[in-house]
């Protein structure tokens, strides 16, 4: 009996390996962000030559109509689905509506599209912010749905686990391959820089960057500095999005990251040591610190032979010389391109 559920479990693992290969049609959706572009550089750098893109103004995602007929007439093979409405702390509390109306209609589009026109394989990305708040550390893939929401993103999150949850069901109901996975805390070259809407790591980066040029005495920080997060550099996660492309045929979703996080506190401490800034940090702790922790038990990837190669210092040092080649200062006013 053991040997016959073993059997059957090859043949299935077998059924749905997919034939990822230099030539074959792959849609990179949101080739323009920070995740798009890194998987972009990463195919590239592998040899992966059949790659398609649209832009948002190009492909409105959150059109059905246009999102399938965009599939009826590439049909592509292979799918990143790195396209979605993302922001920081305050961008997904102000802009909530926005955080769950784009995110379910682009997910929704692409995940149904992909299912009629027989995409072979999709990659969707989650998120660690869609953990409960207040799950054990580190926080394993099981812990999903397992308990309350961080209040500051909780639509963001609901939209998300909407779409992990979608790429399970197609896949019991319909056989389709849909893999999702959780990153971490992402940064890295082409990162939003905006201080509105962008997350904490490239806000703070930027704003050391701009008090040493004017001369600030202090460089206000948000909340206590106490929480703690763990951060990725994007072209690990570019090549962790590959690495299960061609290895992980499961519905179960999983963690990316490095398993290891700092404080707040410590980040800015680095960040600034990194930019050379020699003014104060003031604590602004009238503004909310998220949620408390959020490391990622990282022991599926690393049991598949996965983990991440770039140090925070090492990433820390590459985003900064790409954030003085491609504009400084000015990357604050808007979103790069
Ligand atoms: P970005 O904001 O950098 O990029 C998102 C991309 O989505 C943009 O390039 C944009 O295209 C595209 N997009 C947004 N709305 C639409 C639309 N209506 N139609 C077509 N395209 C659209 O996000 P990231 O690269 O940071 O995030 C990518 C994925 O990674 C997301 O799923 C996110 O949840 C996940 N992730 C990100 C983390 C992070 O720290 N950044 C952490 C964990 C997960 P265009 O530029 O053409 O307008």
Not at 30 to 56: D, F, P
Not at 68 to 94: C, R, S
Not at 239 to 245: E, G, H, R, S, V
Request: aromatic share 10%; with cysteine; glycine share 8%.
């Amino acid at each position: 009996m053991k040997k016959l559920l073993l059997g059957l479990t090859i043949l299935i693992g077998l059924s749905l390996q997919a034939d990822f290969s230099l030539t074959s049609k792959i849609y990179v959706a949101g080739h323009n962000g920070l995740v798009g572009r890194a998987i972009m550089k990463e195919l590239e750098s592998q040899g992966y030559c059949n790659i398609i893109t649209r832009s948002s103004r190009e492909l409105d995602l959150r059109n059905q109509q246009s999102v399938n007929d965009f599939f009826a007439q590439e049909k592509p093979k292979f799918v990143f689905l790195a396209a979605a409405k993302v922001g920081g702390i305050k961008a997904n509390w102000d802009f909530q509506a926005d955080a769950i109306y784009d995110n379910l209609m682009i997910q929704c589009n692409i995940l149904h599209a992909s299912y009629v026109h027989k995409v072979e394989k999709l990659l969707f990305l989650g998120s660690s912010c869609i953990y409960p708040r207040d799950c054990p550390q580190p926080i394993k893939e099981e812990y999903l749905l397992s308990g309350p929401l961080e209040e500051t993103n909780k639509s963001y999150a609901v939209a998300k686990i909407s779409g992990l949850q979608m790429c399970q069901a197609y896949n019991y109901q319909y056989g389709t391959n849909f893999i999702s996975c959780m990153p971490t805390n992402l940064y890295g070259p082409h990162d939003n820089f905006n201080l509105q809407t962008s997350h904490v790591l490239p806000a703070l980066l930027a704003k050391f960057v701009k008090a040493k040029q004017e001369n600030l005495p202090i460089v206000p920080v948000w909340g206590t500095g106490a929480a703690y997060r763990e951060f990725l550099y994007v072209d690990d996660l570019a090549q962790a999005c590959l690495f299960l492309m061609k290895n992980y045929n499961k519905s179960e979703t999983v963690n990316v990251g490095t398993g290891v996080d700092l404080t707040i506190a410590d980040l800015a401490q680095t960040i600034k040591d990194t930019v050379g800034y020699a003014g104060e940090i003031i604590w602004d702790i009238t503004k909310s610190d998220g949620t408390p922790k959020k490391q990622l038990d990282v022991s599926v990837m690393a049991q598949m032979g996965w983990q991440a190669k770039t140090t925070l210092a090492q990433g820390l040092e590459k985003t900064l010389a790409w954030f003085h080649a491609n504009g400084g200062l000015r990357l604050i006013q808007g979103r790069n391109g």
